[in-house]
């Protein structure tokens, strides 16, 4: 099988592995992060940046590995799509983990594991906490949470 990319498409390819590898936990900055499942895989990707008229986004380090460079990290439409999905999923996961959290304090040991399917009340329940953290977070970060190290207080 043969297949053409524009200089264009290949940049956008390697944006899309360059996404694609920091969610499994590879950092361009750190080579040993690489997961090994797709270290070959990404050195023959970026392998080719030369031949498409990608170089500029590619850099080798001392051993000659190939990695995206900062152009592609830090400077790329990729980067903002990164940051967006970090921000995205950190308020999504800390609403709904509060959510949780304060569901199974109200219920008791009667509370829905998380994982668990909920009854249309908890949900409901469920539904309306998320909704006060957000309208929490919206207006103002994180400034008013706070930790109480070593229990309730």
């Not at 953290?133 to 930790?147: I, K, M, P, S, T």
């Amino acid at each position: 099988m043969k297949v053409s990319f524009t200089q264009k498409e290949y940049a956008r390819l390697l944006e899309l592995a360059y996404l694609g590898l920091w969610v499994t936990g590879a950092r361009p900055d750190d080579p040993a992060t690489m997961p090994e499942r797709y270290a070959d895989l990404a050195q023959k990707i970026y392998g080719l940046a030369e031949t498409f008229g990608c170089a500029d986004l590619v850099e080798s380090d001392v051993n000659g590995e190939l990695f995206p460079n900062e152009k592609l990290t830090q400077e790329s439409p990729a980067r903002e799509k990164l940051d967006s999905f970090v921000e995205d999923a950190f308020w999504g996961e800390l609403v709904g983990r509060l959510a949780e959290r304060d569901l199974r304090a109200e219920r008791g040991k009667d509370a829905t594991k998380i994982g668990d399917e909920y009854s249309e009340e908890d949900q409901a329940r469920l539904d309306e906490l998320e909704d006060a953290y957000w309208r929490e977070f919206e207006a103002n970060g994180v400034d008013h949470l706070v930790v109480l190290r070593g229990g309730k207080g």
